[in-house]
Nanobody, 115 residues
Framework: QVQLVESGGGLVQSGGSLSVSCAAS????????MAWYRQAPGKEREWVAG???????NYADSVKGRFTIYRENAENTVYLQMNSLKPEDTAVYYC?????????WGQGTQVTVSS
């Protein structure tokens, strides 16, 4: 069974930094693409960052230069380092994995950036 568990969310001030993590189980972690999405209250879920099995990374324009996605394969964990946070970054952040044409999501972790 594939399971994704996010952690590390919290409350930060504008301009601050925060790192969230996603621990994966039930899959060969490095063989599958992973991504971070986020969803603000009353808004649709949006893609934030992705990393493939070739370690190719890509980011939404809104977070380029501020966020970094990376894997720690030995820990079976993917991270999202968020710097220079803005109030508009406030959202529930979700970990995503695609395994054999199936989509898997974590439960989400709340990130709140004060004005």
């Amino acid at each position: 069974q594939v399971q994704l568990v996010e952690s590390g969310g919290g409350l930060v001030q504008s301009g601050g930094s925060l790192s969230v993590s996603c621990a994966a189980s039930g899959l060969a972690f490095s063989n599958y693409p992973m991504a971070w999405y986020r969803q603000a209250p009353g808004k649709e879920r949006e893609w934030v960052a992705g990393i493939t099995f070739g370690n190719f990374k890509n980011y939404a324009d809104s977070v380029k230069g501020r966020f970094t996605i990376y894997r720690e394969n030995a820990e079976n964990t993917v991270y999202l380092q968020m710097n220079s946070l803005k109030p508009e970054d406030t959202a529930v952040y979700y970990c995503y994995a695609q395994v054999r044409f199936n989509d898997y999501w974590g439960q989400g972790t709340q990130v709140t950036v004060s004005s």
